[in-house]
Structures are given as structure tokens and as C-alpha cells.
């Protein structure tokens, strides 16, 4: 190897069109611009959402209804699966942690304990939120609802 064979890595040089160099370039005059309009200045930018003057999409589409802001989202989890969780893993007191190993909920989820179900065991429930029916059906069975 010596310095007569040395080449550039593969894809590491591009083949730039040199623009505005002469007409005898064959890019020269406009510079491959074409004529007047706000494509051929300098400075142009497209709006966001521009489609050459066509209604853009962003209007076209109809708008409903009314995003609060304020809205606090719950996870849902009904009674029927802390029973089949007992019932795998033989748990006795269930929190968010407990919900979080075993994929009822996230990390970061605002849990809502759900009454659709039945619940047959004893159980120390940590939640942020309880349904009447869940709150009822958890005592019922002689355990307890706590709301963090």
C-alpha cells in the first residue's frame, strides 16, 4: 500500500451539484430554481402544514368536543383480578407495587379499584381510588380499602 492507491472510505464522500457556477455548469442563471415565486428567493420557508394553497389538513378536519385539562385518569382494576391474584400467588396485602410486578398497572398509573367481580378472600388493599361497590365488597370479606 502506498500513497498512489489510497481512496476515501466507501459512502463517505458525496457527489455535490456545484449551483450558481456559470451557464457553461448547466446549473447557472437561476440555479436550478426555475423562475420568480417564493421558492426561487432566498430565505423562503414553507409554513407548517402548507399544501401549496389547497384548504390545509389541520382545517379540514372537523373539531369536537373539549379536552379539560384538569382531568385526572385512573387505571382501572376490577375485584375479579386481585382474586385471581390471590389465587396465583397467595397474597394477602396487595399495593401498588404488588399490581406493578405482576402487569395490572404502571409505575406511574393513579390506580381505581373496580367492583365488576367477586372477591372470596381477606385482603389489605392499597389504592388511590375505590368504587362504592369495591370499597363494600373488599370489607365485606373483612379486609380493608386504603386510599393513598
Known amino acids: 500500500m502506498d500513497l498512489s492507491n489510497l481512496k476515501p472510505a466507501e459512502g ?14 448547466g446549473r447557472g442563471g437561476t440555479s436550478t430554481k426555475g423562475h420568480k415565486g417564493a421558492q426561487s428567493r432566498s430565505g423562503y420557508k414553507r409554513k407548517i402544514g402548507f399544501e401549496g394553497g389547497q384548504m390545509p389538513l389541520y382545517r379540514r378536519v372537523p373539531k369536537f368536543g373539549f379536552k379539560n385539562i384538569n382531568r385526572v385518569a385512573y387505571k382501572g382494576i376490577n375485584i375479579r383480578s386481585l382474586q385471581k391474584l390471590v389465587d396465583d400467588k397467595k397474597l394477602k396485602t396487595i399495593n401498588i407495587e404488588v399490581l406493578v410486578e405482576n402487569g395490572l398497572a ?13 372477591l372470596k378472600a381477606k385482603l389489605d388493599v392499597t389504592a388511590h381510588a375505590f ?18
Not at 12 to 25: A, L, P
Not at 131 to 148: D, F, H, L, P
Open 12 to 25: 463517505s464522500v458525496k457527489n455535490k451539484k456545484r449551483i450558481g457556477r456559470g451557464e457553461g455548469s
Open 106 to 118: 404502571k409505575k406511574k398509573d393513579l390506580i381505581k379499584i373496580l367492583g365488576h367481580g367477586e
Open 131 to 148: 368504587t362504592k361497590s369495591a370499597q363494600e365488597a373488599i370489607e365485606a370479606q373483612g379486609g380493608t380499602a386504603i386510599k393513598i
